[in-house]
């Protein structure tokens, strides 16, 4: 009970800046707030509860292939989808509105309680000041030794983009740690992780080549849990990464 | 090794039931003695998921070649576990399509398609488990709590009843279990505020002939281990298979969690005879004896596993015990013919309760707002199938060792056919960080080190020592088959399907197969040949020695 009521203490406290800053647009503040109480109960279980517990559906982002429009989201949720894991639900109408409202806003719930700047001078710091170019690609423009963070500003909520440029290895998500491996002829590989399994683990390392490796062919291997970025809590001001963080977020996907 | 080889392939030919004969009632009682055959969800009533089939064996496994795949028509996860009767094999595809296959090259022989209702709204996929067959006869279960009979020979429709009302959150998804004359299921819905039970059918007419409220009744005993009307959408569902045992003609069924879900304070009491094992008279329905092992559950800890029944020297005494790998962490053996506690321990790490005292009740201690409990939500296992193997005295079992989840009770209400779980489940590591999802839909791994990951364990029952154990990186949501060759089958949620010696864990041979494994291998012969079958993705792959 506490918990659903400290959500919508600050989803009340913050939705002024929030509809000053992320438009809001057809969807009612009060829905919004509903909707979110419904989806904890209704959807998270499947759909966890950021949104993106089901590979290939992230809620969060609001690039819903079959749910493009708000009727196609009421449709799926109604029907469910055949052949898969999304079942019939049965809500309420204004259920139903509340949980679109809150799907479709989801990713900008965490911007109300982080302090956003000015995002033009934020793409400056990120090119310039900031290097982060060296490390992060975005729309083509960059390195690619850290993730890309084209569409960043879809799949990660505000306060884990806001902790990661002060405090990165916390922010880190496990699967983006930097491993290194010793082959047996004594070849040391270093590299970002993309995907691992028992046997063998993908990579692309410092040259930005694809590599695949069996677990059975190497010397050592480690898995390094401080992230090779470095936090900017002294280096860029607070103004500064509020800037950044606004071009962050910003990110939503490819420039068409 | 050709000797034995040949002696595997004369023992087949010679104990095949004739092409064609029907499934009897004493067919299933003794289903161990023809191997060739996997007659059951478990292969046998005793549900150890072992095979006396023993041509592939730890000197030949390296030479396991494909020789079939399935390829099912759905998105659904694959959680079948197939049947094989002397060559054909009756499979499920999600939801609840049957379909009859040469065993020996995957040809189909028919597909029944079934259309679903649209009020089913089963809480975690529209997913089967298999089939069940009496005579001539297959049986199943579907989402929308239906039991359909079906002619085994050509796919049509014998009879079709409702179980339970789709509408008001029921559904099933496990494999019947045939006894004598009687097909037995329960109910899922444990999400969605059901109240659960387990009932028995006429297999020739549909008839309904026993039911067992998994809650019980104004009146019943145990009734007044539900607080106010809280017994009315307390959950207790039955989604798994159950074994019997024909000399105590008992059946031993696993009960789900309580509903809500995640908040106790809604159903304050006990909660009989949610996250129990029942075992009740095979013919009649009636309670032998009840053993619960998360009273008043707020973890979704399911007793939903399979009852695993072993006869055995214990200690110097010969015992009939049930062996029990508990999805809250700990590993039960029962008495099972008394349901007395014998003892148990561990098997992952357990920070939910401190031990058990001399009775098997939990000591509780539940952890800190905030703070993670283990295992998580999912549990240190689950519904995957465990294997026993006799001839090593080991109980194996899929893992997840080192994983929590961080429980936030909230209110609810009740509100039929909708979700009815009172609360959220966090992730102890990095905020915003995915968490282990309870099935895999991409073939990529977001969740590793600190959420925790998946192994093969084998238990010895005696002690609780792990005598060996193979980590994955992944979790694993795959069962084990074990053969009376020391042969061990099993997957990782990463699609690798891999034979390993039983005595010693050691990996023989593997094959990646793409997809995630959900369900439990089995194996079976034909004409002479051990074939291996595992399902991945939508696929099913059948595997047996290069020729």
């Given at each position: 009970m506490r918990s659903i009521v400290a959500v919508m203490f600050v989803l009340a406290g913050g939705l002024g800046l929030l509809r000053a800053q992320v438009h809001l647009g057809q969807y009612a503040e009060a829905d919004i707030v509903y909707g979110s109480a419904i989806y904890a109960n209704q959807c998270a279980q499947c759909h966890g509860p950021n949104?993106?517990?089901?590979?290939?559906?992230?809620?969060?982002?609001?690039?819903?292939?079959?749910?493009?429009?708000?009727?196609?989201?009421?449709?799926?949720?109604?029907?469910?989808?055949?052949?898969?894991?999304?079942?019939?639900?049965?809500?309420?109408?204004?259920?139903?509105?509340?949980?679109?409202?809150?799907?479709?806003?989801?990713?900008?719930?965490?911007?109300?309680?982080?302090?956003?700047?000015?995002?033009?001078?934020?793409?400056?710091?990120?090119?310039?000041?900031?290097?982060?170019?060296?490390?992060?690609?975005?729309?083509?423009?960059?390195?690619?030794?850290?993730?890309?963070?084209?569409?960043?500003?879809?799949?990660?909520?505000?306060?884990?983009?806001?902790?990661?440029?002060?405090?990165?290895?916390?922010?880190?998500?496990?699967?983006?740690?930097?491993?290194?491996?010793?082959?047996?002829?004594?070849?040391?590989?270093?590299?970002?992780?993309?995907?691992?399994?028992?046997?063998?683990?993908?990579?692309?390392?410092?040259q930005e080549r694809l590599v695949s490796l069996e677990k059975s062919d190497l010397r050592e291997y480690s898995v390094l849990k401080t992230s090779p970025m470095p936090s900017y809590k002294d280096t860029l001001t607070s103004a500064e990464r509020a800037d950044v963080l606004a071009y962050l977020l910003s990110l939503k996907g490819p420039k068409s | 090794?050709?000797?034995?080889?040949?002696?595997?392939?004369?023992?087949?030919?010679?104990?095949?039931?004739?092409?064609g004969a029907q499934v009897t009632s004493e067919r299933l009682l003794r289903a161990a003695d023809e191997p060739q055959n996997w007659l059951t969800y478990s292969g046998t009533y005793e549900s150890q998921r072992h095979s006396r089939l023993t041509q592939i064996n730890p000197t030949n496994a390296n030479s396991l070649e494909l020789k079939w795949v399935f390829q099912a028509r759905s998105l659904e996860a694959f959680e079948a576990s197939p049947i094989v009767v002397d060559g054909v094999m009756y499979i499920t595809q999600a939801p609840n399509d049957v379909v009859a296959l040469d065993a020996k090259t995957g040809a189909v022989f028919w597909v029944y398609q079934y259309r679903t209702s649209p009020d089913s709204r089963p809480c975690?996929?529209?997913?089967?488990?298999?089939?069940?067959?009496?005579?001539?006869?297959?049986?199943?279960?579907?989402?929308?709590?239906?039991?359909?009979?079906?002619?085994?020979?050509?796919?049509?429709?014998?009879?079709?009843?409702?179980?339970?009302?789709?509408?008001?959150?029921?559904?099933?998804?496990?494999?019947?279990?045939?006894?004598?004359?009687?097909?037995?299921v329960g109910v899922a819905g444990g999400e969605l505020g059901i109240r659960g039970f387990l009932a028995a059918f006429d297999a020739k007419t549909g008839k309904q002939v026993w039911r067992f409220n998994t809650i019980p009744g104004p009146g019943e005993p145990g009734h007044e281990t539900w607080s106010g009307d809280s017994w009315k959408t307390g959950g207790a569902p039955v989604w798994l298979t159950g074994s019997y045992d024909p000399t105590l003609n008992l059946t031993y069924w696993g009960i789900g969690n309580p509903g809500p879900d995640f908040n106790p304070a809604q159903r304050e009491g006990k909660n009989l005879y949610s996250s129990s094992a029942v075992a009740l008279d095979a013919d009649t329905g009636a309670l032998k004896w009840f053993f619960q092992f998360t009273p008043n559950d707020p973890y979704d800890f399911d007793a939903v596993q399979i009852p695993v029944l072993v006869d055995t020297d214990w200690f110097g005494t010969p015992r009939k015990l049930l062996f029990w790998a508990n999805r809250n962490g700990f590993f039960y053996v029962l008495d099972r013919a008394t349901g007395k506690f014998v003892s148990g321990f561990p098997f992952v790490k357990v920070n939910w309760a401190k031990g058990l005292d001399a009775d098997g009740v939990p000591l509780q201690t539940m952890q800190p707002p905030g703070q993670p409990t283990y295992p998580g939500v999912q549990g240190g296992t689950n519904w995957y199938s465990p294997s026993y193997n006799p001839r090593t005295g080991l109980f194996y079992l899929s893992v997840w060792d080192g994983y929590g989840s961080i429980f936030t009770a909230v209110e609810s209400e009740y509100k039929e056919g909708r979700f009815f779980t009172s609360g959220r489940i966090g992730s102890p590591i990095a905020p915003a960080a995915p968490m282990v999802p309870f099935s895999r839909r991409t073939p990529i791994n977001t969740w590793t080190e600190e959420a925790g990951h998946g192994a093969i364990v084998a238990l010895d029952p005696r002690t609780g020592q792990r005598k060996w154990v193979f980590p994955m990186t992944d979790v694993s949501t795959s069962g084990i088959v074990t053969t009376a060759s020391d042969m061990l089958f099993t997957s990782t949620r990463e699609g690798h399907f891999q034979a390993m010696d039983a005595r010693n864990g050691a990996v023989l041979?593997?094959?990646?197969?793409?997809?995630?494994?959900?369900?439990?291998?089995?194996?079976?012969?034909?004409?002479?040949?051990?074939?291996?079958?595992?399902?991945?993705?939508?696929?099913?792959?059948?595997?047996?020695?290069?020729?």
């Open positions: 949104g993106d517990l089901i590979g290939g559906v992230n809620l969060r982002g609001g690039d819903l292939k079959r749910a493009a429009t708000d009727e196609a989201l009421r449709g799926i949720m109604t029907a469910g989808i055949p052949g898969t894991a999304m079942p019939a639900f049965k809500l309420d109408p204004s259920e139903m509105i509340a949980i679109i409202a809150y799907v479709r806003n989801m990713r900008d719930f965490e911007s109300k309680s982080v302090r956003l700047g000015d995002a033009t001078h934020g793409q400056t710091l990120f090119e310039g000041k900031g290097n982060c170019t060296t490390c992060h690609r975005v729309n083509g423009k960059g390195a690619r030794l850290g993730p890309n963070l084209t569409q960043v500003g879809s799949v990660r909520p505000a306060s884990l983009l806001e902790l990661s440029l002060v405090d990165p290895t916390s922010a880190m998500l496990p699967l983006n740690r930097s491993i290194r491996a010793v082959t047996k002829d004594g070849t040391v590989i270093t590299g970002r992780r993309l995907n691992e399994n028992t046997y063998s683990v993908q990579l692309i390392d410092t | 090794m050709i000797r034995r080889a040949l002696f595997t392939t004369l023992l087949l030919s010679s104990i095949a039931a004739p092409i975690c996929g529209s997913v089967n488990r298999g089939l069940a067959i009496l005579g001539d006869t297959l049986y199943m279960a579907t989402v929308d709590a239906h039991l359909v009979a079906l002619d085994a020979k050509d796919g049509q429709p014998i009879w079709n009843i409702e179980v339970a009302s789709a509408a008001s959150g029921y559904a099933m998804t496990l494999a019947p279990l045939v006894i004598k004359d009687k097909v037995l041979w593997k094959a990646s197969l793409g997809g995630a494994v959900a369900q439990a291998p089995m194996t079976y012969a034909v004409g002479g040949k051990q074939y291996v079958a595992v399902a991945s993705g939508s696929g099913m792959f059948v595997f047996g020695l290069r020729d």
